[in-house]
């Protein structure tokens, strides 16, 4: 039967003194619990830890720095549990916390781990409610609350919904009267820019935003699962959604698919540099879909670490696309241009790849309309 990733974001279920909206709680335990009598094997992806942990330790105003919101998940992440514990025990269904880190989904065994374990508890009956462990992550504390890891974990099962239960009914754009509306449907293969600039509704999607909304759901349909963005105030709002009916704003899944890996690195993951690249090394991306070397590298610009995201752009300073980078900005520096004979002389550990062809992704631009 079919699995349902639902995401409850941190300001539907904490409000502004940092307590949690139990009713809020409440209501969509009832909903996870109804699912899972329908036959459905749903998935919680929770926020809400930070900002409960805030509550507790008594600070009104959320910090910024990192170390600050880490410790204030640490101490909500227990409260925000127990209260889930108490909540599905009225209803005599057990649930697991499960904290994972995006870098848990990157490494292939604890990727293979973390699904084995995911399956096991759903064919136990268990319902697990899982958290980024922002203890020793820092993703969705800066970008996303949760949306990214929650589309994470629709693919990596595979779901077939992920469902982002947010402040409002959905994305709003202009219908064809003018009047502004809910948009109903988002076809498959809509580039993120042009539903970010369809939405008209400003803020009200909750810590996240809409950016990581639309980052979420680009890369869950990109995979082939169908995502929807809805309010998570309505009652009965996931058996709705999973049993068919239209509710919020649906995002079709894909026709083409993506590997989880490059929808994760094309839309979730932040460049930290950019690397500039001759035309032959530039025409090779594009056409021959090679691996880059140090020898087609023109430039290095900011800081960044190996293993970090970069983009890469042509001589004309057009952007050719994004990867994952072999070398640190120091490292390549020192050998940009350099045949890899050369380079094998001044850094005789380094790899042959800056980026190697399965960690890099072509940039596609909107299409015009
Ligand atoms: N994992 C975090 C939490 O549950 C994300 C939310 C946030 O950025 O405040 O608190």
């Not at 079919?2 to 909903?31: I, N, P």
């Not at 880190?101 to 399956?119: G, P, W």
């Not at 990867?323 to 890899?340: E, F, P, T």
């Not at 004979?341 to 299409?367: M, N, Y």
Request: net charge negative; with cysteine; proline share 4%.
């Amino acid at each position: 039967m079919s699995v349902v990733v639902a995401k409850l974001g941190t300001s539907t279920l904490v409000d502004e003194e940092g307590q949690l909206r139990t009713e809020v709680l409440e209501a969509r335990v009832r909903d996870l619990v109804r699912l899972r009598r329908l036959g459905y094997r749903p998935i919680l992806v929770t926020s809400g830890a930070t900002a409960c942990g805030l509550g507790r330790l008594g600070i009104r105003e959320r910090p910024t720095a990192l170390p600050d919101l880490q410790a204030a998940s640490a101490v909500g992440q227990g409260v925000l549990f127990q209260r889930y514990l108490e909540l599905f025990r009225a209803h005599d269904v057990i649930p697991a916390q499960v904290l994972l880190t995006s870098a848990d989904l990157e490494r292939r065994s604890s990727y293979v781990n973390a699904r084995n374990t995911l399956t096991r508890l759903l064919d136990l009956g268990v319902v697990p409610v899982i958290n980024e462990n922002d203890t020793t992550a820092t993703d969705e504390l800066t970008f996303g609350d949760n949306d990214v890891l929650a589309a994470r974990v629709a693919i990596l099962m595979p779901a077939t919904w992920l469902v982002l239960l947010t402040d409002r009914e959905g994305l709003y754009g202009v219908g064809v009267d003018g009047a502004p509306g809910l948009i109903g449907e988002v076809p498959s293969a809509t580039h993120p820019e042009e539903v970010a600039l369809a939405d008209m509704g400003g803020s009200g999607l909750g810590r996240g935003g809409v950016s990581s909304k639309i980052a979420a759901a680009t890369m869950a349909t990109g995979a082939g699962v169908t995502c929807v963005i809805a309010s998570g105030r309505a009652e009965g709002v996931l058996a709705a959604i999973a049993s068919g009916h239209r509710v919020g704003t649906r995002f079709a899944p894909a026709e083409r698919r993506e590997s989880a890996f490059k929808l994760w690195l094309r839309y979730a993951k932040p460049s930290l540099g950019r690397i500039g690249v001759d035309a032959g090394a530039a025409q090779a991306l594009r056409r021959q879909g090679t691996s880059l070397l140090p020898v087609g590298i023109t430039g290095v610009d900011g800081a960044f670490a190996a293993g970090d995201a970069v983009d890469v752009h042509d001589a004309e300073d057009r952007l050719v696309g994004k990867g994952i980078s072999g070398y640190s900005s120091d490292d390549l520096r020192a050998v940009a241009g350099m045949k890899s004979d050369e380079v094998r002389r001044v850094l005789p550990d380094a790899g042959t790849e800056v980026i190697h062809r399965d960690q890099f992704v072509l940039v596609e631009s909107p299409s015009p309309r």
